[in-house]
């Protein structure tokens, strides 16, 4: 839209004056923001970058450096010979009063016998006030079921709210090491390092939450982006445990699960022993397959009273899941050969977690009152599980077997992305109801 107001009129004026993007930001881009992947057969390997094959022989640990064009590629199992990948990233600037957030869309294609070919524009500028006023000048931004793009020319935009909140959210993947940003933001630790927020959530959230301003300061985004989330305060020791030690979270869905397994098995949840190991994973995975095999062995020997005390929870469990999300349970998204759907039982939760070899069931997923937990199967096998918050509509964790991504992992997280009207929908007709069902009590 044109400029109407005096704000918006110098808005449009000083973009004129931001520099362009120069070539030494582009190849930090090109090298930092995408991943660097290889194609793997049992005859040759792939390198996407450059389009040129080499010898499996060359690739260690499901890593290689190409011989042809020196880059380090990350190697898997395809014989694809084409991808694509789409990536944001960020320039901030200080002009004037403003901090000035300037995102970008690369996009690369990739096809054998050619090197990537590279895509990258400007999309989106965040014009922010001392006081956090924003306004946006940026393309038009277009999404619906079969379409993620931007186009047209560079003017304000309007927020617009959608289902998962605004159409001109932007979650850069990174921002350039050499980015300006204000004292007032640089003393908070939001800087540019920030991951897991975007900036303008940090900026209005930082502030009023001392707990995230640390996380940032430490450099713990993972648990940074968790937010205002309850886990966060419920192992904030833990945490400061972490800090004392210098341990750096990566996963931290991982990590907050973990430490309900640490706590679950009565651990000392200060201790630097427990709360931070050197290999997480490896340590998740050994005190899941413990705890599943106690919860076996519960169920093997029911006299005892507190299996049967768990045995009652269980069954109350069930009928609480069942009645809470029955409404959902008609949910169902598919698209080519990706089906997702609702995990419907309790029974279907142990399902999930015995194939993929994580956590959904004995961390009881099922009892958690603000989320709905789906499958998605490729070809009707089990692939990877989705938990949906609905506190925020927002897609907490996919994850396949042994907790990791798979191959169809951007795809069945588009397909559930695209489809949270629908959750949200539901989801606000079962409170009205439910409302409705407390006045009439009454």
Known sequence: MKPKTKLQNRVAELSKELWSISKEQKEWAYKTCLEHRAYAT??????????????????SRKKAICPNCITKVQVKDSRNTTDKQINYFAITEIMEEFQVIRNFEIIAQYKKGNPVNYCLHEILQYWVQPDGKTTMFGKSHNSNWCMDSWSGSMEIRQETKRWGGNKYDVYPRFYHPKSEFKKEYLKYGINHNLKGLSFLEAIQVVPNNPHIETLLKAKQYALAGQGNSYRIRTYWDSIKTCLRNKYYVKDAIIWIDYMELLKYFKKDLRNAKYVCPKDLMKEHDRLMKKKREILRLQEIEQERLKVIKRQENLEKAIVEYVERNRKFFDLEFT????????????????????????????NEYYSRQN??????????????????????????????????????HNKIVDLVSKNLRHIRKI??????????????AV
């Open 335 to 362: 698209k080519d050969n990706i089906t997702v759907k609702l995990l419907q039982s309790v029974e279907e939760f142990k399902q999930e977690g015995d194939e993929l070899k994580h956590c959904v069931f004995t």
């Open 427 to 440: 989801a606000i007709q079962n409170k009205k109801n439910s409302n409705h069902f407390q006045k009439i």
């Open 42 to 59: 049992k005859n040759r390997v792939l390198c996407l970058d450059c389009g040129e094959t080499f010898s499996p022989q060359l690739v």
């Open 371 to 408: 989320s709905l937990v789906f499958s998605a199967r490729v070809e009707g096998k089990r692939t990877e599980t989705i938990e949906v918050s609905l506190d925020d509509m927002k897609i907490s964790q996919s994850r396949g077997l042994n907790n990791k991504s798979t191959e169809h």
